[in-house]
């Protein structure tokens, strides 16, 4: 199939990106399947609907979501610079969810689902909603081996609610210990925790059921 990204460079070919994806520890291995585009709206030219819709003009390491059969369905666009506008997302097809790394992972193998498509990179079978909103995956995941990783804010009454909200629906939910400072899967990695030390981490603060509603209670509380 043909790849509308395919005439940027890839991201391992300019030392912007490079640069990022260094200090952010991405594994080497995903490299290759990032773009870099030096001015962002010449994204706008990927999709119609974009036609001058794309703000600012910054140059940006380009990370696209694809569906099961690998036809490109939108994109997120990481600021390489101070941008007021860190993420740029994209999206040209409104029929699919945009889940990040859809075309990747084996759907009969535990699957874990993140927020940030960066931080879906530091664990193996991982998908990200690009955002807080699970419910977009409940038609293309199954319950019993999906495991829903939120971002570390028990402050955030927001994404309490959407925690509560997938537990009630059955789904295995992770709520981080006290111990867990770092708000997100990548700033765990750069503090120095390995990928293992992560996954064991999930593992043990993993709930279902009423175990998760009582979870949530309690680390809700947390910080009040």
């Not at 959407?162 to 629906?169: E, I």
């Amino acid at each position: 199939k043909s790849n509308p990204l395919a005439k940027y460079p890839k991201a391992e070919d300019s030392q912007l990106c490079v640069d990022y994806l260094t200090r952010r520890q991405i594994p080497k291995k995903w490299w290759k399947d990032f773009y870099f585009v030096e001015k962002s709206q010449s994204l706008s030219s990927i999709n119609y609907k974009y036609n001058k819709r794309v703000l600012g003009n910054d140059p940006r390491l380009v990370l696209p979501f694809y569906d099961r059969q690998k036809n490109l369905i939108g994109l997120t666009g990481r600021a390489l610079n101070d941008s007021q506008l860190r993420y740029l997302t994209l999206r040209f097809d409104e029929e699919k969810p945009l889940i990040f790394n859809l075309d990747k992972v084996d759907f009969n193998k535990p699957l874990y689902v993140v927020e940030g498509p960066i931080d879906s990179l530091f664990l193996d079978n991982c998908i990200a909603v690009a955002g807080s909103d699970f419910s977009k995956v409940t038609n293309e995941i199954s319950k019993s081996n999906s495991t829903l990783i939120f971002d570390n804010e028990p402050r955030n009454k927001e994404i309490i609610k959407k925690m509560r909200s997938m537990g009630d629906q059955g789904y295995k939910v992770v709520v981080w210990p006290e111990t867990i400072k770092e708000k997100d899967i990548n700033d765990m990695i750069m503090s120095g925790m390995t990928k293992e030390e992560l996954k064991t981490i999930i593992e043990n603060n993993t709930y279902q059921g009423n175990m998760a509603l009582l979870k949530f209670t309690t680390w809700s509380k947390r910080n009040v």
